[in-house]
């Protein structure tokens, strides 16, 4: 199957969730959720996490992760990952009592794709929750829906191969990781990769006349009317997380990181990276060739 296949894939069936003027979702991707060691990335920025999800509980989003949520390639047991990061369980576990948490599954979390894997997740603070490969906000006034799914399906060797790539990074590129080795495999650490894979996203999303957003290369971006892709970024960046926001019909890419006051103190700070774009100018030419 070839990549455009396995993206057209991820939205067979896919959930659909309304989007109007009065809908309010923030987008995630990429927590990489681990057990509190050396290797889990999501630990130096949890806190950021933490604020960030008070905030938009607060202020009545609706939570989506778009895929790697959690970090399964590294790690083994879901239950560890719940036990040191149980504040962050809990907090989600408020949007899902309120119908206001939607999960999709990426390359590093894929086997959440099935009932057994999901439901050791979800057990017990998310009883009856399903993970999907894609979902669709579906706009109320037809101007333009919005497609959401990871991005690994353009990856052959995260989608295709995924068992290969997570037997190398779990038994080779996770200890080469720690004196200093990146690994090759990774779309988030390969810059070449990175940019093949955002190619293959864009050329897809300008063939279908669609708007895609998605995770998996970690790099943050607002598309364009000609290039009508965007990207969450990611919560394992050394300066912080970012997230897209979406209210009134309109795309906003944010950072939350830490500030420093006057006085020296430290405080959590929520920044807008671009221009807020509505979704009406995302307005295709015929695809390229």
């Not at 995630?28 to 999800?53: I, P």
């Not at 408020?94 to 794709?113: Q, S, T």
């Not at 290039?227 to 906003?252: F, M, Q």
Request: aromatic share 10%; hydrophobic share 35%.
């Amino acid at each position: 199957m070839d990549d455009d296949k396995r993206l057209q894939r991820a939205f067979e069936d896919a959930p659909t969730l309304p989007l109007s003027a009065r809908s309010r979702y923030v987008l995630f991707s990429d927590c990489h959720r681990g057990r509190g060691t050396a290797n889990d990335n999501f630990l130096k920025n949890r806190h950021l996490y933490s604020a960030a999800l008070q905030h938009y509980h607060r202020q009545g989003y609706t939570y989506i992760e778009l895929g790697d949520g959690d970090e399964l390639w590294e790690n083994r047991s879901m239950g560890q990952i719940m036990e040191i990061h149980d504040h962050i369980f809990s907090l989600l576990a408020k949007f899902y009592r309120e119908g206001r948490l939607y999960l999709l599954y990426g390359n590093h979390d894929i086997v959440k794709r099935t009932a057994k894997k999901a439901g050791r997740w979800s057990a017990p603070l998310f009883p009856g929750l399903v993970f999907h490969s894609g979902l669709i906000l579906k706009d109320q006034e037809h101007i333009r829906d919005i497609y959401l799914t990871h991005g690994h399906q353009m990856d052959p060797l995260n989608s295709t191969l995924w068992p290969l790539s997570r037997f190398l990074v779990r038994y080779l590129w996770r200890p080469a990781e720690r004196i200093g080795f990146l690994d090759p495999t990774s779309a988030a650490k390969n810059n070449k990769k990175k940019h093949r894979v955002e190619k293959k996203l864009t050329h897809w999303a300008r063939e279908n006349d669609l708007l895609l957003i998605t995770g998996h290369t970690h790099r943050p971006m607002i598309g364009t009317a000609d290039a009508p892709y965007c990207n969450t970024g990611s919560c394992v960046h050394p300066y912080g997380i970012t997230c897209i926001e979406i209210r009134d019909r309109c795309l906003t890419l944010v950072r939350w990181a830490i500030d420093t006051r006057t006085d020296q103190g430290l405080y959590v700070t929520r920044e807008a990276l671009a221009d807020r774009i509505c979704i009406d100018a995302y307005r295709t030419r015929p695809p390229y060739l």
